[in-house]
């Protein structure tokens, strides 16, 4: 009859045990300790680095070179698009000013002479 037991296993930066996470269970390496997670998230952000080594290189130098070549597109396209972004929107009940009480479609009316 096989043993069904499990050893806790020991977290390896502090060296405390810890239960896993029954998702990850036998690759969890570390607790959840912060300390602990925060020198797990910095070794494997570390490996990542060096196991892709020009990600963050790419296009950096061409885009830096026509973006001093074009000093204003940015602000200029910003600038477009504000005014793109959303047209004026008239009320379809015509909108009774606070001081009168009238529409300002009688108001009209009334300048005009109808």
């Known amino acids: 009859m096989a043993d069904k037991t499990r050893r806790q296993p020991c977290c390896k930066y502090c060296g405390k045990f810890f239960i896993p996470d029954y998702r990850v269970k036998d690759r969890q390496k570390s607790c959840a300790g912060k300390s602990c997670r925060t020198k797990r998230k910095r070794e494997s952000q570390k490996k990542w680095v060096e196991a892709n080594p020009g990600y963050f290189q790419g296009r950096s130098k061409v885009t830096n070179q026509w973006r ?5 597109y940015q602000k200029s396209r910003r600038a477009k698009k504000a005014s793109e972004l959303q047209d004026e929107i008239r009320p379809e009940t015509p909108v009774k000013t606070a001081l009168t009480g009238s529409t300002q479609l009688d108001i009209a009316l009334t300048e005009i002479g109808v």
């Not at 001093?68 to 204003?72: S, V």
């Open 68 to 72: 001093e070549q074009h000093p204003d």
